[in-house]
C-alpha cells in the first residue's frame, strides 16, 4: 500500500483540499479525523469532530481507542487500498496514525501550502477562527447519523483527477461541540412545537394532541397524535404529514431524524358530513 500524507496545521483546509489531492494522485481512500473515507461513503470510524474536548479528539483521529482502532483495520484488510491518503497536523500525527494501523513507516509527504494558495489558507483560518468551521470531505448524508444536531451544511464542487476528467464531489461542514465558539442545545419542548406547527400545515390534519420524541445515538425518533379530517386517504394524509414534520425538524434543527410516526387517535366529521364522508371514501 502507498501512503501519502497532507500535512497542515489545524484549520488551514486540509479535508477542504483533501478531494483534490486525492483526485491528483489517483486515490481512492482517505483517512481524516479518526474515519476512513472511500470516494463519497465512510467506510468505517467515528469522527473526532464528535468528541467533547479537544484532548478526545485527538486520541480519536489517532486512534488509540481499541475498538474504534480494530474497526478501521478490519475495513482496511477489507479492502485492501493500493493508495491511501492520511489527513494529519504533523508529521508526528502521521506516525502516529501510521504506527497504530501498522501501516509501516514510509510515505510521501505533502504540505497544505503545496496545494493551497496563501490567501486559501487565510481564508481557511478565518472561517475556523471566526465560525468554529470543519470540513468532512464526504456527502451530508454520510454524516448526518454521527452529527444529529450540530450545524450541517454542504459544498459541492468540480475535482481535477489524473486522467484530465473531472468529477463533482461534495463535502460537509461541521461545527463541532468542541469548538471555542461554544455550543447549542435544542429543547424538547422547541422540537415537539415544530412537529406540530408542521403537521397541522398539511391539509386533512384536524389537530394535534400530541408529540412524542425518543432520542436514539444516531438520531431521533417522533411519534405525533393526530385528529384527522376526511378529505383524501387516512394513509395519503398520515404520509404528507410524516414528510412534512420530518423535512421542517431536519431543516430548522440539523437533527437526524430516524423516522416519523402519525397515530391516529380520532377523526372529525364537522366539516364533513357522514353521508358526504362514506361517498367520498366509496369513491376512492
Given at each position: 500500500?502507498?501512503?501519502?500524507?497532507?500535512?497542515?496545521?489545524?484549520?488551514?483546509?486540509?479535508?477542504?483540499?483533501?478531494?483534490?489531492?486525492?483526485g491528483?494522485?489517483?486515490?481512492?481512500?482517505?483517512?481524516?479525523?479518526?474515519?476512513?473515507?472511500?470516494?463519497?461513503?465512510?467506510?468505517?470510524?467515528?469522527?473526532?469532530?464528535?468528541?467533547?474536548?479537544?484532548?478526545?479528539?485527538?486520541?480519536?483521529?489517532?486512534?488509540?481507542?481499541e475498538?474504534?482502532?480494530l474497526?478501521?483495520?478490519?475495513?482496511l484488510?477489507?479492502?485492501?487500498?493500493?493508495?491511501?491518503?492520511?489527513?494529519g497536523?504533523?508529521?508526528?500525527?502521521?506516525?502516529?496514525?501510521?504506527?497504530?494501523?501498522?501501516?509501516?513507516?514510509?510515505?510521501?509527504?505533502?504540505?497544505?501550502?503545496?496545494?493551497?494558495?496563501?490567501?486559501?489558507?487565510?481564508?481557511?483560518?478565518?472561517?475556523?477562527?471566526?465560525?468554529?468551521?470543519?470540513?468532512?470531505?464526504?456527502?451530508?448524508?454520510?454524516?448526518?447519523?454521527?452529527?444529529?444536531?450540530?450545524?450541517?451544511?454542504?459544498?459541492?464542487?468540480?475535482?481535477?483527477?489524473?486522467?484530465?476528467?473531472?468529477?463533482?464531489?461534495?463535502?460537509?461542514?461541521?461545527?463541532?461541540?468542541?469548538?471555542?465558539?461554544?455550543?447549542?442545545?435544542?429543547?424538547?419542548?422547541?422540537?415537539?412545537k415544530?412537529?406540530?406547527?408542521?403537521?397541522?400545515?398539511?391539509?386533512?390534519?384536524?389537530?394535534?394532541?400530541?408529540?412524542?420524541?425518543?432520542?436514539?445515538?444516531?438520531?431521533?425518533?417522533?411519534?405525533?397524535?393526530?385528529?384527522?379530517?376526511?378529505?383524501?386517504?387516512?394513509?395519503?394524509i398520515c404520509?404528507?404529514?410524516?414528510?412534512?414534520?420530518k423535512?421542517?425538524?431536519?431543516?430548522?434543527?440539523?437533527?437526524?431524524?430516524?423516522?416519523?410516526?402519525?397515530?391516529?387517535?380520532?377523526?372529525?366529521?364537522?366539516?364533513?358530513?357522514?353521508i358526504?364522508?362514506?361517498?367520498?371514501?366509496?369513491?376512492?
Amino acid at each position: 500500500m502507498e501512503i501519502f500524507a497532507l500535512v497542515g496545521r489545524s484549520g488551514t483546509g486540509k479535508s477542504y483540499k483533501a478531494l483534490n489531492v486525492a483526485g491528483i494522485y489517483n486515490i481512492q481512500y482517505i483517512i481524516d479525523d479518526g474515519i476512513l473515507i472511500m470516494g463519497n461513503k465512510i467506510l468505517a470510524g467515528v469522527s473526532a469532530k464528535r468528541e467533547n474536548t479537544k484532548i478526545a479528539a485527538v486520541k480519536r483521529a489517532i486512534f488509540l481507542n481499541e475498538q474504534h482502532r480494530l474497526e478501521v483495520l478490519n475495513a482496511l484488510k477489507q479492502h485492501n487500498p493500493d493508495k491511501l491518503l492520511i489527513i494529519g497536523t504533523s508529521e508526528n500525527m502521521i506516525h502516529n496514525i501510521m504506527k497504530n494501523l501498522k501501516l509501516g513507516n514510509s510515505y510521501n509527504l505533502i504540505r497544505i501550502e503545496d496545494v493551497s494558495s496563501y490567501e486559501e489558507i487565510e481564508a481557511a483560518k478565518k472561517a475556523r477562527k471566526q465560525k468554529g468551521k470543519h470540513v468532512i470531505p464526504v456527502p451530508t448524508f454520510e454524516v448526518k447519523k454521527q452529527f444529529s444536531g450540530y450545524v450541517l451544511d454542504s459544498i459541492r464542487h468540480l475535482v481535477f483527477k489524473n486522467n484530465k476528467e473531472f468529477e463533482t464531489y461534495e463535502k460537509t461542514v461541521v461545527r463541532p461541540t468542541f469548538s471555542y465558539l461554544g455550543k447549542y442545545d435544542i429543547t424538547p419542548s422547541v422540537i415537539k412545537k415544530i412537529a406540530m406547527i408542521s403537521a397541522l400545515e398539511v391539509e386533512g390534519v384536524a389537530k394535534v394532541h400530541g408529540v412524542g420524541i425518543e432520542n436514539k445515538e444516531n438520531g431521533t425518533i417522533v411519534t405525533v397524535e393526530v385528529t384527522l379530517m376526511i378529505c383524501d386517504l387516512l394513509y395519503k394524509i398520515c404520509a404528507s404529514a410524516a414528510k412534512r414534520v420530518k423535512d421542517n425538524l431536519e431543516y430548522m434543527t440539523n437533527i437526524n431524524i430516524l423516522e416519523v410516526n402519525i397515530s391516529v387517535k380520532d377523526i372529525d366529521l364537522n366539516k364533513t358530513s357522514g353521508i358526504d364522508a362514506l361517498a367520498f371514501l366509496f369513491s376512492k
